[in-house]
Structures are given as structure tokens and as C-alpha cells.
């Protein structure tokens, strides 16, 4: 059994496949603090968790030209400074079994919950690949990517991989981490120890964990995960008909919200409801307003946002919380949708966003309740 080296998980986490493990948090507990306890933040793993022995692990930074570096951890904690950001990772396939009810779609059945907020420390990835004399390829001869392996490998010995454009790997705004810390303790096993990269703002899949090599080259990664995966598609695409060279793939997510109490089908006391939930978006573009609505959309409130960041470092979610009045014997249909900086706002439907991979799932999120007396 390959996953038979897999470490122990929390009893609380939903868990949607045991090998390779993929797992979200109940709703309840995603949000009821803003940095998602380690044990509890969302899992999503390909292959089975590599056992990596921290004192011989190496990591190697190539590029062209036979330039690169190779760094023990040690080196990678005393060479560079540690820098923090926090930010939240939200998987492409979040949301996906709302998708799935509209039409099938191939991939987990992610409820809301597979997304999570962490404080990560570590290397700068600018500062490495500046040290490894790797940072002059920005704006020549086109579009330079950074590509990322893990140490997962399938069974045919292929590693998880994934890139990011190089200009984003280099700009220090972007903050683009090679992560050892998360949330001020050392990475779990589950979330890519001892070193993974963090990339704020993008799509989970590029956050590549268990981290071997990084090298810098005039093309994306040829990895599954970056060429045939991870992409977005019109909804009368079908699996005869998809060319997966024709989309982008994947990197800053669109603007979400999502409602973590209360539960669909619940029944509420009548009185005061509170409705929490979480919103995000991706890019850095903070989220400005959340809009809950109480009748399915013909009247909205505006929800109270907790704590936020500063403008054009919005790496982290928003968590929002509305309270109203409601009168026993009712039942609601509550809706959330979120407006980020740039004033993009969330689909009201799933339909018209279908497509075969069931990514990218953010429309209008809806919970009906009733209220008793
Ligand atoms: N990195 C490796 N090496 N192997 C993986 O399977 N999964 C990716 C990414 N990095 C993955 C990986 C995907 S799809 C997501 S959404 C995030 O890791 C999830 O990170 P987490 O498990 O720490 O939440
Ligand atoms: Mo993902």
C-alpha cells in the first residue's frame, strides 16, 4: 500500500478520498477563526505523502544556462530572510458538488470547505532565484515560467508538478514564499514538509508542497496538472470534444463567498438569525462588500466584514457575518455574493459556468432554512 506511510489526520475533517487523502473542514469550523487551525485546513493531495528526512533534504534551483543552487534547509532558513504573509489557498475544485448538480462533472466532491487561511513563513522564492543568478528573464524574448516538482511520485515515478509565470515568481509585491512554517510551527506532513511553495492569490494547484526542484524555463510545466487539468472550459465542452491546449491554465482565482452557518435544510429559532460566512478573491483583489440576501435575491443587506488587509495585499479571506430579524414559520432562502476591488462579482447562477472539470465554481451561494416557532 503506498498511502500506508500517510500521517494521522484529525477525526473532525470530511473526508472525500482516503488514498490519495483529500479532506475539508466541517463549515462550522472553518470560520470560526480567521487562520485555519493546521489540523483542520483543507487537504488536497494527488499522490501518496512523501516521507522526507529533514536533515538530507535538498532543494534545487535551476535554470538556464547551468546556473542554480542546491540548499539544505538549513541554508534555506539562514540564507534568506524569513518573510511572512498570510494568505488563503482555495482549490480550483472548490464548490464542485454544486456544479455537479446542475450536470456531472469529473473530479472530488468538494463541499465549501476546500479552501483555508494560514500564516506561512519563509524564503522569499525572489530572493532565491536572484541568489541563484536567475532573475534576469523578465520581459525577454516573451513569458518565462517558474516550474515546481514535488516529492510525490505516481507509480510510474512521475512527480506532482506545476509552474507560475516567472514575472509573478520575481515581483516582490506578489510575495511568492518557499514556505517552512505554517501558522508558526513547522509545515505538517499533509501540507508539504519541510518546504512547499506558497503562491498568495493564485489557485491551490500551483502551491506545489513536499518541494524538490524549482527551475526557471521558457515554458509552463509539462506537468499533468498544469497542461491537462486545472483549466476552464465553455459549458457545451464535453470530454470528446475538450482541447485542453486551447484554455490558460488556471492561476489568480475569481472572486467567492460562501455561507458556513447556517447549515442548508436547518431549522433556525425564530428571533435573530446570524448568518456567517467567508469571502475571497483572488489576485490580492481585497474583498470590499458582501451582500446577503434573506428572500433569494430580491432584497440584499449589506454583511459586517471582520478584520481585512490593506489594500492590494488581499492574500487573505474576509470573514462576514449578518444578523436580522426573522419571524417564526417563515422560511428563507439565503444568498451570499461578494464584490471584490475590482468590482467583479460572483455569477447569480452555476449553469451558465458548468463545465466538465467542475473548477471555478463561484456562483451566488444559496442555503435555505425555515424558522420554527
Ligand atoms: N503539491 C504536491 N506536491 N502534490 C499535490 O498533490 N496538490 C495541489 C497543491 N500542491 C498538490 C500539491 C493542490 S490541487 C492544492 S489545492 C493544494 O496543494 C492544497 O494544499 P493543502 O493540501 O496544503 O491544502
Ligand atoms: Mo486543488
Redo the contacts with the bound molecule.
Keep these: 500500500d503506498p498511502f500506508a506511510g500517510d500521517p494521522p489526520r484529525h477525526p473532525a475533517l470530511r473526508v472525500n478520498s482516503l488514498k ?1 487523502f483529500n479532506a475539508e473542514p466541517p463549515p462550522e469550523l472553518l470560520t470560526q477563526s480567521f487562520l485555519t487551525p493546521n489540523e483542520l ?7 501518496p505523502v512523501p516521507s522526507v528526512e529533514p536533515g538530507s533534504y535538498r532543494l534545487r534551483v535551476e535554470g538556464p544556462g547551468g546556473r542554480g543552487l542546491s540548499l539544505s534547509l538549513a541554508e534555506l532558513r539562514q540564507r534568506f530572510p524569513k518573510h511572512e504573509v498570510t494568505a488563503t ?5 472548490n464548490r464542485r458538488s454544486e456544479m455537479s448538480r446542475v450536470r456531472p462533472v469529473k473530479g472530488l466532491a468538494w463541499d465549501i470547505g ?1 479552501i ?1 487561511t494560514a500564516r506561512w513563513g519563509g524564503a522569499r522564492l525572489r530572493d532565491v532565484l536572484l541568489a541563484a543568478g536567475l532573475g534576469d528573464k523578465t520581459g525577454e524574448d516573451g513569458e518565462w515560467h517558474v516550474c515546481f ?4 511520485v505516481d507509480a510510474s515515478g512521475t ?4 509552474s507560475i509565470p516567472l514575472k509573478r515568481a520575481l515581483s516582490a509585491d506578489a510575495e511568492v514564499l518557499l514556505a517552512y512554517e505554517m501558522n508558526g510551527q513547522e509545515l505538517p506532513r ?3 514538509f519541510p518546504v ?2 506558497l503562491v498568495p492569490g493564485v ?9 524538490r526542484s524549482v527551475v526557471v524555463s521558457p515554458s509552463e510545466s509539462p506537468s499533468h ?1 498544469q497542461q491537462n487539468d ?1 483549466k476552464g472550459f465553455c459549458p457545451s465542452v464535453d470530454w470528446d470534444s475538450v482541447d485542453f491546449s486551447s484554455a490558460p491554465a488556471i492561476q489568480e482565482l475569481p472572486v467567492q463567498s460562501a455561507i458556513t452557518e447556517p447549515r442548508p435544510g436547518a431549522a433556525v429559532p425564530a428571533g435573530e438569525i446570524t448568518v456567517k460566512g467567508y469571502a475571497w478573491s483572488g489576485g490580492g483583489r481585497e474583498v470590499v462588500r458582501v451582500d446577503v440576501s434573506l428572500d433569494g435575491g430580491r432584497s440584499w443587506r449589506v454583511a459586517e466584514l471582520g478584520p481585512r488587509p490593506a489594500r492590494g495585499r488581499g492574500w487573505a479571506w474576509a470573514l462576514w457575518e449578518l444578523r436580522a430579524p426573522v419571524a417564526a414559520g417563515t422560511r428563507l432562502d439565503i444568498v451570499c455574493k461578494a464584490v471584490d476591488s475590482s468590482y467583479n462579482v460572483q455569477p447569480d447562477s452555476v449553469a451558465p459556468i458548468w463545465n466538465l472539470r467542475g473548477v471555478l465554481s463561484n456562483a451566488w451561494h444559496r442555503v435555505p432554512v425555515t424558522v420554527t416557532r
Design positions: 490519495p485546513f483543507f487537504t488536497r493531495n494527488h499522490l489557498l482555495q482549490c480550483a475544485g476546500a483555508s516538482e514535488g516529492l510525490d512527480p506532482y508538478g506545476a499533509d501540507h508539504g512547499r511553495v489557485v491551490g494547484a500551483r502551491s506545489v508542497k513536499w518541494l496538472w486545472y
